[in-house]
């Protein structure tokens, strides 16, 4: 896993790199304009060193999102849009005084979009590309690390995700037209420590789908596929590769018998339904207290809280404008941490815990 670790660390290095470039280039271009710009505009509007001040609060914050989300790294590409967008963004204009080179030195500063372009799309490219390596193809070494994995289900729109301490099922059909309101409400989940058995079938004159205990549904199409049981649940699932996942589940699952915690009384399992079912009302869109959206608020106010630095000249404006709006982060964090456990319960328990059960 050493090596992976490595060659992943290398690409996302070459993230850095690529827009450390791109601000080279922005001053490459400076130079080469301010020979032949106009006296009465003899410096660039925006300066290189300006750029980068503008820039080290949105690198800070994609460093800062790469640290925890990093046993997620089908994540870590929307994570770098976190820096290279601003970045794309920044640079995108070309200087003033462009238009008076020739040759390849015009085409380099007058395409300063298309590099901009470029530095977003490489970026998203190259977190891809060390995601893909960390996790593909799956061996032993995947099974031992932590690292969570997504696997598409077989003509389904749903995904199996393998986490560190549990395997959840994400978006499962929906049968009942109620549950269509909130699809985050739908997902199961089921803690590795509670698994009982993992094994790799052949899906062949199967029923169309399989009942879930939550209402929803799995398509089943001919073809491998996985059946996990456990914690009164019982998933049927057409999963291509089907053995190399049922190996990757029982490595988890082995290391983590007798550590799945305690179950929820009945009297939290109910306060636990009431909140799902109040998040259920409130639907999508504005208003809606699903975690998503409290997850939306969070992103949205870290990014102001940044960009509140970035825009404002005196340390007053800066402290003022990121207490504000990490307040309001925090606030949503609350939100988002209350809903979600809500949310976890139903996951793991989409039935009233039995004693039996328990034991």
């Not at 850095?16 to 791109?22: L, M, S």
């Not at 979009?113 to 970026?123: D, H, I, K, N």
């Not at 409130?282 to 940044?306: C, D, E, I, M």
């Amino acid at each position: 896993m050493s090596v992976r670790w490595s060659v992943a660390g290398l690409l996302l290095a070459s993230i850095v790199a690529i827009v450390v470039g791109r601000v080279w280039l922005v001053d490459y271009a400076s130079e080469l304009t301010g020979a032949v710009r106009p006296g009465w505009r003899s410096r660039p509007v925006v300066e290189a060193s300006m750029i980068a001040q503008m820039l080290l609060p949105w690198a800070g914050a994609a460093v800062v999102g790469f640290a925890l989300l990093w046993r997620s790294p089908q994540l870590w590409a929307r994570i770098s849009l976190v820096a290279t967008v601003p970045t794309g963004l920044i640079t995108a204009l070309p200087p003033f005084g462009a238009q008076y080179l020739h040759g390849a030195k015009r085409v380099a500063v007058s395409g300063a979009p298309v590099w901009s372009v470029l530095t977003v799309v490489a970026g998203f490219a190259l977190a891809v590309a060390a995601g893909r390596v960390l996790t593909r193809p799956l061996a032993f070494d995947v099974a031992k690390s932590g690292v969570r994995l997504r696997f598409r289900l077989r003509g389904n729109g749903a995904r199996l995700l393998v986490a560190e301490d549990r395997v959840r099922l994400l978006r499962p059909r929906v049968v009942d037209p109620a549950h269509q309101r909130v699809r985050e409400l739908n997902a199961l989940a089921i803690p590795l420590a509670r698994v009982e058995s993992v094994s790799s079938v052949h899906l062949c004159g199967v029923p169309e789908f399989h009942r879930l205990p939550n209402g929803t549904a799995v398509a089943l199409t001919e073809g491998p596929g996985l059946r996990i049981t456990g914690a009164g649940q019982e998933w049927v699932l057409p999963v291509e590769d089907a053995e190399s996942v049922a190996q990757l589940l029982r490595a988890r699952t082995h290391t983590r018998t007798g550590d799945a915690g305690p179950a929820p009384t009945t009297a939290q399992w109910q306060q636990a339904m009431h909140r799902r079912e109040a998040i259920r009302r409130s639907g999508s869109g504005k208003g809606s207290q699903a975690p998503r959206y409290y997850g939306l608020g969070v992103a949205l106010f870290g990014a102001l809280t940044v960009a509140s630095f970035v825009a404002n000249d005196g340390w007053f404006g800066k402290l003022a404008g990121a207490t504000v709006f990490g307040l309001a982060a925090l606030g949503c964090s609350v939100g988002w941490r209350s809903a979600r456990d809500a949310v976890r319960v139903g996951e793991e328990w989409p039935e009233p815990p039995i004693q039996d059960r328990i034991d």
